[in-house]
C-alpha cells in the first residue's frame, strides 16, 4: 500500500556554545605613516647628490683642461720675465715706486695700458735740449730677485723695453692661471679623497682602477 509522502521535517540546529577566548584585548594598531624627510631613506636623493657631485667634477675638469691649454699658448706667444721694470730718470725713487707697483701686482689690462704708455713715450720726439746733454727721457732697466731674495738689476736699452714689458705682463698672467690650476686640482683631489672614504665606508667594492689617464 503506497504511504503518503509529506513536507520534509525541519531539524533544529544544534546548538553550539562559542568557546572563550584567551587573548590578551589589544589596542587596535594606527596604519603606518611614512615621513618624507629628507634624511630618511630616498634612493631618488642619492641619486640626486651623485648626480650633482658628477656635473661639478666634469665642470671642473673640462675648466682644468682649458686652463691647461691656455698656460701651454702663453708659453708659445714669446719670452716670460719674472720681474719689473724702474724708471732712471729725474726722479728715479717716485716713478721706480710707482712702476714696481704696477708691474708686481698689476692686472693684465692695466700692464696692457703701461706697455702702450711706455711705446708712446719712445715714439713721441723730445723737446730739443743744448747740445751735450740728456734729452730728458727717463731710463728703464729691468729689476729681479735672486735666489737669496736680494733685488739685481738689468739694463733694459729703449729698443727692448716694449719686448720685456710684455714678457713681464705674460709673467703675471702665467702666475694667474698657475693658481687657479692648483686651485681646481685642489679641489678634484679632496673630492676623491672624500668619496673614495665614503665607498669604504658602505662597503662598496670598487670596480673601477683608479689610475685613469689624461684625456
Not at 104 to 132: F, I, K, M, N, W
Amino acid at each position: 500500500m503506497p504511504q503518503n509522502v509529506g513536507a520534509p521535517a525541519h531539524l533544529a540546529p544544534f546548538p553550539v556554545q562559542a568557546q572563550p577566548s584567551h587573548l590578551p584585548l589589544l589596542p587596535r594598531r594606527k596604519a603606518p605613516t611614512f615621513s618624507r624627510h629628507r634624511h630618511d631613506a630616498n634612493p631618488a636623493l642619492a641619486v640626486k647628490v651623485l648626480q650633482d657631485i658628477q656635473m661639478a667634477v666634469e665642470a671642473w675638469h673640462q675648466d682644468l683642461k682649458q686652463t691647461v691649454h691656455r698656460i701651454q699658448a702663453l708659453y708659445m706667444e714669446g719670452p716670460i720675465v719674472d720681474g719689473w721694470l724702474e724708471t732712471i730718470g729725474e726722479h728715479p725713487n717716485q716713478a721706480a715706486a710707482l712702476d714696481a707697483a704696477l708691474l708686481r701686482h698689476g692686472d693684465p689690462q692695466a700692464l696692457s695700458g703701461y706697455v702702450e704708455q711706455l711705446c708712446q713715450s719712445l715714439e713721441t720726439p723730445a723737446e730739443s735740449a743744448p747740445a751735450g746733454t740728456d734729452l730728458g727721457r727717463p731710463g728703464y732697466r729691468l729689476c729681479s730677485l735672486d735666489s737669496d731674495g736680494r733685488v739685481q738689476y738689468f739694463p733694459c736699452p729703449p729698443e727692448q723695453l716694449s719686448t720685456i714689458s710684455l714678457a713681464i705682463a705674460r709673467h703675471q698672467k702665467l702666475r694667474q692661471l698657475l693658481d687657479h690650476k692648483q686651485f681646481l686640482e685642489a679641489k678634484l683631489k679632496r673630492t676623491v679623497d672624500i668619496m673614495t672614504t665614503s665607498r669604504d665606508n658602505l662597503g662598496i667594492a670598487p670596480t673601477c682602477s683608479s689610475e685613469t689617464g689624461e684625456e
